[in-house]
């Protein structure tokens, strides 16, 4: 099993930057892909960033690409989304993910979830 704790969520104003962190812990050397989402009510949970364990090759969403980076540190066990220029579309609750299959995350169906962290931004 992979146990992921998100934190760094919060209220930031449009236009201001969040960092969101990650850590991992259990049986880490089965995952190869990390993920980042966000879900607001009433519609489906959206794959925002996306980092390979191997060669840390990264893949965004079209409505964040230019705004947000996703980055690990695997000595530490951990990934960040750092998110600039905020938007208040950008509301929603993100959670950290982790498969062995970056399939599986490219397809939303990634095997271990955080809790997942609010981000609030207002206009």
């Known amino acids: 099993q992979v146990q992921l704790v998100e934190s760094g969520g919060g209220l930031v104003q449009a236009g201001g930057s969040l960092r969101l962190f990650c850590t991992a812990s259990?049986?880490?050397?089965?995952?190869?892909?990390w993920g980042w989402y966000r879900q607001v009510p009433g519609k489906q949970r959206e794959l925002v960033a996306a980092i390979t364990r191997g060669d840390s090759t990264t893949n965004y969403g079209d409505s964040v690409k230019g705004r947000f980076t996703i980055s690990r540190d695997g000595a530490k066990n951990t990934v960040y989304l750092q998110m600039n220029s905020l938007k208040p579309e950008d509301t929603a609750v993100y959670y950290c993910?982790?498969?062995?299959?970056?399939?599986?995350?490219?397809?939303?169906?990634?095997?271990?979830w955080g809790q997942g962290t609010q981000v609030t931004v207002s206009s």
């Open positions: 993910a982790a498969d062995f299959s970056y399939q599986d995350i490219l397809s939303g169906r990634p095997a271990y």
């Open positions: 259990g049986r880490i050397f089965s995952i190869n892909v």
